[in-house]
């Protein structure tokens, strides 16, 4: 078994998940959150998840339109966590660009949150209850916006880098 953590950046927050795969597919989600961006890099620079073999960050990607200070905020701790990833694990995390997810998982540049996130829902399963949990509810808690976008990452990143699927 194999263990990746993918983090959707934010300028102040990241969500994140870690999922736990077989080479074949990914079979759980360990654990998924939305914290502050110091968390992240205390998660990171502790060695909390060292047992991750792999660690995927979405990329900030220019589009051609004007973009705000969050942005440029938000560069900043991709770099950080790049930084801290590469100091403590002594791996180079791989880039997955929002382009690559929506284009993968719903096959078009036009998809919306709620299209991946039902891309995720038909692949994986439901998000159950708390007390029925399914596969998007982990340690008490159903998955939010930032989760849903973390995990879109860390799934392009297991079907590009572990299955060798040409995206």
């Not at 795969?21 to 989600?29: P, S, T």
């Not at 900030?60 to 790049?82: I, L, S």
């Amino acid at each position: 078994m194999g263990t990746i953590l993918a983090i959707d950046p934010g300028n102040i927050k990241s969500g994140y998940v870690v999922v736990e795969h077989d080479g074949e597919e990914i079979r759980r989600v360990l654990e998924a959150g939305k914290i502050e961006n110091p968390a992240v890099t205390d998660m990171l620079d502790r060695k909390l998840y060292a047992n991750c073999i792999d660690v995927a960050i979405e990329m900030v990607q220019g589009m051609g339109q004007t973009v705000g200070q969050e942005v440029f905020d938000t560069c900043v701790w991709v770099g950080r966590f790049w930084e801290i990833t590469l100091r403590s694990g002594g791996y180079e995390p791989k880039r997955i660009y929002r382009r690559e997810e929506k284009l993968y998982l719903c096959g078009c540049l036009s998809a919306k949150d709620k299209n991946i996130r039902q891309a995720l829902i038909d692949r994986y399963g439901g998000v159950g209850t708390k007390k029925e949990p399914g596969f998007f509810y982990v340690n008490g808690t159903k998955f939010a916006k930032d989760m849903w976008a973390a995990m879109a990452v860390a799934t392009t990143y297991f079907d590009k880098h572990i299955k060798g699927v040409k995206l």
